[in-house]
């Protein structure tokens, strides 16, 4: 128990980085530095800077100068606190541990990014695509490396193909091509199987999500509403979904369709 509440708050702590690091990231800022209010500038002190508590304690708002600070700031500390605690609970060997913990925390800032800017920088694609190549080729148990079996290695192109077909059918409009880099990575480390399964939820879940804002926006507002059918919407963070629901419950494309066969 005290094992896991100290995962979960050494995650949210890394939270509380990758915010940053999503924040500062293709901005020309470092990661150096203290954090400061976006509105007024002024540096943000121990009591500020406390992962969670201290968004609530400040009731959202800058301590200096009032200005209401972002909900992605607890949220991103929260989630990234709930996956590190996860990856507690599953057993892994330290060695698998340490570089899924770096791949969430990768995801994480993926994710985060592509919500506020609607794409997916190459830096971070790629950096997916070396960390899941690890996993291709790692024996955690032994400790050494194995030659991945042919389905393996084929399953990160297999799960690229289409997302590229589709970009390059639509040049760009219909999907991104970050997209499918991130679904590359994803095919690697959860194999074909558990990787098809992964980017079936992530449309389903991004569909539902899609039509249940639509529904509640014709219903709540009068007023043109933001998401129309013909809005860009960032894709990763449902590509994320899926991933984690494959990774913490074992959900493969065999399991998944039994699902729908045999209910």
């Not at 943000?44 to 400040?58: M, Q, T």
């Not at 199987?193 to 014709?218: K, N, P, T, Y």
């Not at 899926?242 to 494309?253: P, S, Y």
Request: proline share 4%.
């Amino acid at each position: 128990m005290l094992f896991g509440i100290a995962w979960f708050c050494f995650g949210a702590i890394i939270g509380s980085f990758l915010n940053v690091v999503a924040l500062r990231y293709n901005t020309g800022r470092t990661l150096e530095g203290r954090s400061s209010c976006f509105s007024c500038g002024h540096t943000l002190g121990v009591l500020d800077l406390i992962p969670i508590f201290s968004f609530f304690l400040s009731s959202g708002r800058c301590r200096y100068c009032g200005s209401t600070f972002s909900w992605q700031y607890p949220l991103g500390e929260g989630i990234t606190g709930l996956l590190f605690l996860g990856v507690f609970f599953l057993h892994v060997p330290l060695s698998e541990s340490v570089l899924l913990l770096l791949a969430l925390s990768l995801l994480m800032v993926i994710g985060i990014y592509d919500l506020r800017h609607k794409i997916i920088p190459d830096g971070l694609a790629y950096a997916f695509i070396g960390l899941s190549g690890i996993f291709l080729i790692a024996d955690f148990h032994a400790l050494s490396l194995h030659v991945p079996g042919i389905w393996d290695v084929l399953a990160g192109p297999l799960l690229f193909a289409p997302f590229f077909t589709l970009w390059f059918v639509s040049k760009g409009r219909w999907i991104g091509l970050g997209d499918g880099k991130l679904s590359f990575g994803i095919g690697w480390m959860l194999g074909l199987s558990g990787g098809i399964a992964a980017v079936l939820m992530a449309f389903w879940i991004g569909a539902a999500v899609s039509l249940l804002v639509l529904l509640a926006q014709s219903r709540l507002f009068q007023r043109r509403a933001r998401l129309t059918i013909k809005s860009e919407i960032p894709f990763a963070p449902f590509l994320i979904i899926g991933f984690l629901i494959a990774l913490f419950f074992d959900v493969t494309f065999v399991s998944l369709s039994s699902f729908f066969i045999f209910p």
